[in-house]
């Protein structure tokens, strides 16, 4: 069963930045999409960054001019940069992707454990 296993997050000072990894626990076939979610207590998820197999990025208001999304293919391997952080950024951090496990396998969604980020000096 494939999972996808998150990196990066922890405790950062407000102007800060992290970056968070996301890939999957074992060799996929190839990726769709990804992105990352992220939901603080009391909240409901709401959408970081997404990122399709051609490029486009998508990425929600409150992250625009401060996040990137990345992907290095040939490690499926997708990277959330987080630069010029705020106290409102802290949440639980989900990695999400739609993949193929496997050549001939159907498209399949696919969610990390999450990762908190704290942004409190």
């Known amino acids: 069963q494939v999972q996808l296993v998150e990196s990066g997050g922890g405790l950062v000072q407000p102007g800060g930045s992290l970056r968070l990894s996301c890939a999957p626990s074992?060799?996929?076939?190839?990726?769709?999409?990804t992105g990352w979610y992220r939901q603080a207590p009391g909240k409901q998820r709401e959408l970081v960054a997404s990122?399709?197999?051609?490029?486009?990025?998508n990425y929600g208001d409150s992250v625009k001019g401060r996040f990137t999304i990345s992907t290095d293919h040939a490690k499926n391997t997708v990277y959330l940069q987080m630069n010029s952080l705020k106290p409102e950024d802290t949440a639980v951090y989900y990695c999400?992707?739609?993949?193929?496990?496997?050549?001939?396998?159907?498209?399949?969604?696919?969610w990390g454990q999450g990762t908190q980020v704290t942004v409190s000096s």
């Open positions: 999400t992707a739609a993949l193929y496990p496997a050549f001939g396998a159907s498209l399949h969604t696919y």
């Open positions: 074992e060799t996929i076939f190839s990726i769709y999409y």
């Open positions: 990122i399709t197999t051609g490029g486009s990025t």
